[in-house]
């Protein structure tokens, strides 16, 4: 018996012994695996946010006077002021929370780009949005007309290739998965386009268009604003579009635009992503979007540049209240530690809803059923330009695996045609949980593991980014986006956007749908129906 | 096949036990090196890893499954056979991973020479296995030959899966790691052939051993060279320079006085007719401006087209731009390169400034007499953006009054709707053209454009030291025969890329 097991023994301590040292080996590889790479962690200003909610602040230790106060200087607030500054009207202020104009149009910029810190393109505009045209023309955005039609700076419509989506392992041209579709799949997806093309060039009883954009110009004819009043989901179980890919596909956009899940966003909401864009361009530009390295903060340096001077940043708005026919705003200065008391004869409060109902509870009606999306975007700094099979990289990068909406790539619009490394921005709403917990998510989670799940999602659309990664910088937004969940359009509780002369109310909250038109409508049209209240003439843009 | 154990079943019996349940473990480690090895070439070669290791996988295991099945149909000699099997694993598993890096780039279909070799390797590893019991029966319990036999093949493949990533290909690579695994099969296969009684009767396995063992050997010794044959394969020639940069892979190939210049895979010149190329493109430009003082080369960092442009005497400054400082920094440094560029970019009169042209055109201002346009073709979307309707405008602001510009614009024939497309996109950014194109051996036939703000004059001067381009054939370069004549081509615009899109699709139907 001793005589077999000799051999066997011997083999069997052999390869134990193997083993061990691999064992070894792979424990160790295992911990040296590759580090998370650091980077900074941001966001809206949380201190100063949650010092409004508290109402702490000294007695008005300065006086200031203005025509207009505009608190907020997000876009709704820069579009106020550039409304104003357009109009010849220079009397007025604009007070900013943040240290930077801008809101979440806001930017960052390291050694290898400028890169967006929220949001980052606006789509060529329609027929009806002719104040947005308007600042488009002043910023040399669009350059002139051709056959009648707006031109449009070739450097900053978005450059070809626009977008591709990791399908099935392989990279493929546009976001509508396009191969290995079942039947049912091609048949939906059809049946959806033909539906939504023909709710673009719908128009209401009473004229207008059935999905405009600004949303204002839309048409109120009953029976479209009746799909405010049931859920998307719902809407599509109607129409018996159930594939799953066409599903899929949809939960991607209505979380891109919107930061929810497709059965709390309202039907009307959810049709206007597909039938609102009917963009108005020359040499056929109409579908593009228009883009830059540092997304819409470069619309909003343009229009801040219009007024420099009437701009205080690190200005902490806390009360504003009616006094006689005018109005007080008091706002803490950060940097001084006191109060400044601004005397004016109109206020614009172009700030989200629920902030304006804080520091002005008695003009700004409870606004029901309002909340607001929760988003992470992270920038990611890499050596070298991810690739992938099949598709080339694109300006926009969409994995339908991905629990993230993908990444766009900074250095997309240049200056270079080519560059060694980039920085990719990242962006992921927080849509599964309800806000408020998907909020304190956002915020309790370390940043540590943020990055790690940031890191991970990447390297599953390019493994061959693997040990290209520089560095990862958080951006938190907490209250991203006002959700258009379902009624929060068009019904009811909509009535809490309305206030009296001399304060008004800017923001793209309320319209519901957190769009570039919609801050730029309702600052301009706060900032004109300021200007009617005092009475300075001026030519309407709107 | 009972002289192993049944003879004697005594402490003797012990070694050559030993020496067959090591080689279940070596067979079983090897065996999964190799199918590693195929599926991670596989992927590296085709892209979608996880289709390729589920596939080259799925089909190892199979073909053991075939070859266990088959191995009911060996009734003599099993011993033998299991040399000899083991034998035939080591010869092409070792050789499995040099063979697919080699064959890659000759065969068009690289799958079926992947799966045979997977295949192959599988069918013969599912053959031993069960060999090795029968063997083994003679001397042991069932009961304990199955158990050690399997009990071995699973740790091997635990060490395999472990040693692989971990240490293997970090520090062998993979053509190593395949030969060396090939040695070490080979290797217990002769000490088997040693360690055995029947000495006399396996002399033929033995030699064969020792020759399998050599060639081994060797190509262990020699895989840091085929990993260069590997990259030269797909070059043709053999590779004397190669070096990857942020921005490309630069490879340089010679062959008697035959130099290449590759970006991305992609032939830039060779030197053997690169000066049909360059005449052809600076000549006719340069020739046409009346007094060509300041001249701007975009792209062209190989100093060839630089070359020329000094033949013409009045040349007071010229501005290179060019992307990629490894570039420019080879070719001013090398003496093969210089005595080919003529030291052009360390003339005196030479600026070169590495920077991104694209850019560079944007910011860039001053007037230039002459703008030689020179860069590789609209094959990805950052080099489609140098050949936009917007980079021309650049260029259009950048010529002085009388000033010529030249586009090199690919191949008219191969891409004649891309050629046309540039031509169609330099008279949309508003300037005149004169379209040409000259036949350039290793290229073919290829297109030229001159562009200007306004007439340019029908005569060109040329040198008269030209080798290719003279005052009497200049003119002839404009005529272009049917299969190359205009047709209609779009405007490539910054948001549509046409000419990318067009480029592909002709020279994909082109090259099949």
Redesign the interface.
């Known amino acids: 018996m001793k005589?077999?097991a000799?051999?066997?023994r011997?083999?069997?301590i052999?390869?134990?012994g193997?083993?061990g040292i691999?064992?070894v080996?792979?424990i160790g590889?295992t911990l040296s695996s590759p580090m998370v790479p650091s980077g900074s962690m941001d966001g809206a200003d949380v201190a100063r946010g949650h010092r409004l909610r508290s109402g702490d602040f000294p007695a008005p230790a300065a006086i200031e006077e203005a025509e207009i106060v505009i608190a907020g200087g997000g876009i709704a607030g820069l579009a106020a002021g550039w409304t104003l500054a357009e109009a010849g009207f220079r009397d007025f202020r604009l007070l900013e929370l943040e240290d930077g104009t801008g809101g979440n149009a806001r930017s960052g910029r390291n050694d290898v780009s400028a890169f967006p810190l929220g949001a980052h393109y606006l789509p060529v505009p329609n027929r009806e949005a002719r104040a947005v045209r308007h600042l488009l023309r002043r910023l040399d955005i669009i350059t002139g007309e051709r056959d009648g039609a707006p031109l449009y700076d070739?450097?900053q419509?978005?450059?070809?290739?626009q977008e591709r989506l990791l399908w099935r392992?392989?990279w493929q041209e546009g976001l509508v998965p396009r191969s290995g579709l079942s039947a049912r799949d091609s048949a939906d997806l059809a049946s959806f386009d033909r539906a939504m093309a023909e709710f673009t060039a719908r128009v209401g009883s009473d004229g207008r268009p059935a999905f405009a954009i600004p949303i204002a110009y839309s048409s109120h004819d009953p029976e479209l604003l009746a799909l405010d009043g049931i859920g998307f989901t719902a809407w599509l179980d109607q129409r018996g579009w159930t594939s799953p890919v066409l599903r899929s596909h949809l939960r991607y956009c209505m979380r891109d635009d919107y930061g929810c899940e497709p059965q709390h966003v309202s039907a009307w909401a959810g049709i206007h992503y597909f039938a609102g864009r009917r963009g108005w361009a020359a040499?056929?530009?109409g579908e593009?979007v228009l883009t830059w390295p540092e997304g819409n903060d470069r619309l909003a340096r343009g229009m801040a540049a219009a007024f420099p001077d009437a701009i205080s940043t690190d200005r902490i708005v806390h009360r504003v209240a009616r006094d006689g026919d005018g109005i007080v705003v008091d706002s803490f200065d950060t940097a001084a530690g006191r109060t400044v008391r601004t005397i004016a004869r109109a206020a614009i409060l172009a700030m989200p809803h629920f902030i304006a109902r804080r520091i002005a509870p008695e003009d700004v009606r409870r606004w029901d059923g309002l909340e607001y999306a929760p988003w992470l975007v992270a920038n990611v700094t890499v050596?070298?330009l991810p690739t992938g099979?099949g598709a080339?990289?694109a300006w926009d990068n969409v994995s339908s695996t991905s629990e993230s909406l993908g990444y766009v790539v900074a250095t997309h619009q240049?200056?270079?045609?080519?560059?060694?490394?980039t920085v990719l921005t990242w962006y992921m709403p927080l849509s599964r949980q309800a806000p408020a917990e998907a909020r304190r998510l956002l915020l309790e989670r370390p940043e540590e593991e943020w990055r790690r799940i940031v890191l991970d999602d990447l390297l599953a659309m390019n493994?061959d980014l693997e040990g290209a990664v520089r560095g990862i910088d958080l951006w938190r937004w907490g209250h991203a986006m006002a959700r258009p969940t379902t009624g929060m359009v068009w019904g009811e509780a909509r009535r809490a956007a309305e206030t009296e002369p001399p304060l008004f109310l800017a923001h793209s909250d309320l319209s519901g749908l957190s769009l570039f038109e919609e801050a730029h409508y309702h600052g301009t049209r706060a900032a004109e129906a300021a200007m009617r209240h005092l009475g300075h003439a001026h030519e309407t843009l709107l | 096949m009972a002289e192993v154990a049944a003879a004697n079943?005594?402490?003797r019996?012990?070694?050559p036990?030993?020496a067959l349940?090591?080689s279940a473990?070596v067979v079983a480690t090897c065996g999964l090196v190799y199918e590693l090895l195929a599926s991670t070439i596989a992927s590296y070669m085709l892209?979608?890893?996880?289709?390729q290791f589920s596939t080259v996988i799925g089909s190892y295991l199979f073909a053991m499954g075939i070859g266990s099945w088959c191995s009911r149909y060996v009734r003599r000699d099993a011993l033998r056979l299991f040399v000899r099997v083991e034998l035939l694993i080591a010869l092409i598993g070792g050789c499995s991973a040099a063979a697919l890096f080699l064959l890659f780039p000759m065969v068009d279909h690289f799958r079926v020479a992947l799966y045979s070799i997977v295949l192959a390797i599988g069918f013969l590893v599912g053959l031993e296995i069960p060999l090795l019991m029968r063997i083994l029966r003679e001397?042991?319990d069932f009961r304990?030959v199955v158990s050690?036999v399997l009990?071995?093949d699973y740790?091997?493949a635990?060490?395999a899966s472990?040693?692989f990533?971990?240490?293997l290909v970090p520090y062998l690579g993979m053509i190593r790691t395949g030969f060396l695994f090939g040695i070490a099969n080979a290797g217990v296969a002769l000490a088997l052939l040693m360690i055995l009684p029947r000495r006399a009767e396996l002399r033929l396995e033995k030699v064969t051993a020792m020759l399998i063992l050599a060639v081994l050997i060797a190509g262990f010794a020699v895989s840091d060279r085929m990993q260069r044959w590997a990259e030269t394969a797909g070059y043709e020639e053999p590779v004397v320079y190669a070096e990857s940069t942020?921005?490309q892979r630069i490879v340089l190939t010679r062959s008697g006085n035959d130099l290449r210049l590759f970006l991305n895979g992609n032939l830039q010149f060779s030197s053997r007719d690169e000066y049909r190329y360059h005449e052809a493109l600076v000549h006719p430009a340069l020739g046409r401006v009346a007094e060509p003082r300041d001249v701007l080369i975009l792209g062209g960092g190989d100093g060839l087209a630089a070359r020329e442009v000094l033949k013409h005497p009045g040349v007071e400054s010229i501005t290179l731009v060019d992307?990629d400082p490894a570039m420019t920094k080879l070719f001013s440094r090398s003496a093969i390169l210089t005595s080919l560029n003529a030291g052009a970019l360390t003339d005196p009169r030479m600026t070169v400034i590495n920077a991104?042209?694209?850019?560079w055109a944007?910011?860039a201002r001053g007037e230039y007499d002459a703008i030689v346009i020179d860069f590789p073709d609209p094959v990805?979307?950052?080099?489609?953006?140098?050949y936009?309707?917007?980079f021309y405008r650049e260029v259009k602001r950048l010529l002085a009054p009388g000033g010529v510009a030249v586009v090199q614009s690919t191949s008219p024939l191969v891409a004649p709707t891309a050629y046309w497309t540039i031509a169609e996109t330099l008279e949309a950014a508003g300037l005149t053209i004169r379209p040409y194109h000259a036949y350039v051996p290793s290229f073919g036939e290829w297109g030229y454009i001159l562009a200007a703000n306004g007439p340019m004059p029908d005569k060109a001067r040329i040198p008269d030291d030209d080798r290719f381009l003279t005052a009497e054939i200049a003119p002839r370069l404009f005529d272009f025969p049917p299969d190359m004549a205009r047709r209609p081509a779009p405007v490539n615009?910054?948001?549509?890329?046409a000419l990318?899109r067009i480029f592909a699709d002709e020279w994909g139907r082109y090259e099949g």
Do not use: H
């Open positions: 005589a077999r000799d051999p066997v011997r083999a069997l052999g390869g134990i193997a083993t691999a064992a080996g792979g590889w070739p450097y419509l978005c450059a070809d290739l392992g392989r040499e056929g530009a593009n050596d070298r099979r080339p990289l240049g200056p270079a045609a080519r560059t060694a490394g493994p | 079943p005594s402490r019996m012990s070694a036990a030993a349940i090591a473990f892209g979608d890893s996880v289709t001397g042991f304990e050690t009990t071995f740790v091997g635990l060490a472990l040693l990533p971990l240490l942020p921005f992307l991104d042209g694209f850019r944007r910011e990805d979307f950052s080099l489609g953006k140098l936009t309707e917007t615009r910054l948001d549509n890329q990318v």
